[in-house]
């Protein structure tokens, strides 16, 4: 309909301008010109090259008889030659712009279809990625869990007979199977925490604080590393999904701070903030690149949970950030439980 409308009123103001044309030229001679080159610019934008060319041959014989008939013959020829000449460079400039103009809307347009296939191509495959690391941490922690934790367990129950036979034989090797038993109960006790953070299968039930709290105390007792974490009341309201992937994050975190640097201390904290949740990681050292793989992962995490991830080093230490907007549905439904 508005195509419709745009014909329509383009051919009237063609038809107004051929009418006053009459009464124009006695008074302002070659103006009308002006009024003509300005309508064929507007064709050649519409339509093209070609039908603005048009439109100035069927122009230019009625414009030629009214300077034969009422301008001078030296006036005459010129504004011929003037007139016809600017009409065509008109028509040409005005087509071949709004051709171009087309062509780049459309190359515009490819370029966003394109951007946004890739894009869609790109978070499929994070999906599967995410998806694969999961599966393998779970396999790994069941590794842990059923080969390890059983070995050991093997190792802690042999000790402990060897321990009580020898002590009852009043033998002075019972103290060293009293430590090897000892040393072999403390691993048994860190594979099975290892194989918990690695596939924390009750996280949804215990919640991430208690989660967290085991994280903490792994890395406590296996690096030294000293944490300070800090939870307001509003996490409980996290939707399961939320929360494993908060946890990932500030797992990949720690990680990183201990592979990139010498960090002592890392504080934690987790708190509602304007309309959303913020997970705050912060290490007493510049150890994290922007760029590589631990921040690349949690980026991508952050991301399946409609959340964005920063991270500053900046007065020798690094902080990560991932804001995650509030699930109402989600925060509803738990309050009603």
Excluded at 131 to 159: C, K, M, P, W
Excluded at 308 to 314: A, K
Aim: hydrophobic residues 40%.
């Amino acid at each position: 309909m508005v195509t419709v409308l745009k014909h329509i009123l383009y051919a009237l103001v063609w038809f107004l301008y051929l009418v006053f044309c009459f009464h124009w030229f006695p008074v302002y001679k070659t103006s009308i010109m002006i009024p003509s080159v300005l309508l064929v610019a507007i064709g050649g934008w519409l339509y093209g090259v070609r039908v603005s060319l048009l439109i100035v041959l069927c122009l230019e014989p009625y414009l030629y008889f009214l300077l034969d008939h009422n301008g001078d013959t030296l006036e005459t020829y010129q504004t011929k030659a003037f007139g016809t000449g600017i009409g065509i460079l008109v028509a040409i400039i005005s087509g071949t712009t709004k051709r171009m103009r087309d062509q780049a809307k459309n190359f515009s347009t490819l370029l966003d279809q394109k951007a946004n296939e890739r894009t869609h191509e790109l978070d499929v495959l994070t999906t599967r990625l995410i998806s694969e690391d999961e599966t393998l941490r779970i396999n790994l922690a069941h590794n842990i869990h059923n080969g390890l934790g059983q070995y050991l367990t093997g190792v802690l129950l042999y000790s402990s007979s060897l321990e009580t036979e020898l002590h009852d034989n009043k033998s002075e090797e019972a103290a060293r199977a009293s430590a090897l038993a000892e040393s072999a109960k403390k691993n048994l006790h860190l594979a099975r925490k290892a194989s918990r953070i690695l596939f924390p299968v009750r996280i949804s039930v215990t919640g991430f604080e208690a989660a967290l709290n085991e994280l903490t105390s792994y890395f406590t007792e296996t690096t030294g590393l000293k944490f300070d974490v800090q939870l307001d009341n509003f996490h409980q309201h996290l939707s399961d999904q939320t929360i494993l992937h908060l946890y990932r994050i500030t797992y990949e975190g720690i990680l990183s701070a201990l592979r990139y640097g010498t960090s002592s201390q890392i504080n934690i904290a987790l708190f509602g903030n304007h309309g959303s949740y913020l997970l705050r990681i912060e290490s007493d050292e510049t150890n994290l690149i922007k760029g590589n793989m631990e921040s690349e992962l949690m980026r991508y995490r952050a991301k399946q949970i409609k959340g964005h991830l920063t991270i500053h080093n900046f007065d020798n230490k690094t902080i990560i950030e991932c804001q995650v907007p509030y699930n109402h549905a989600y925060r509803e439904t738990a309050s009603c439980a």
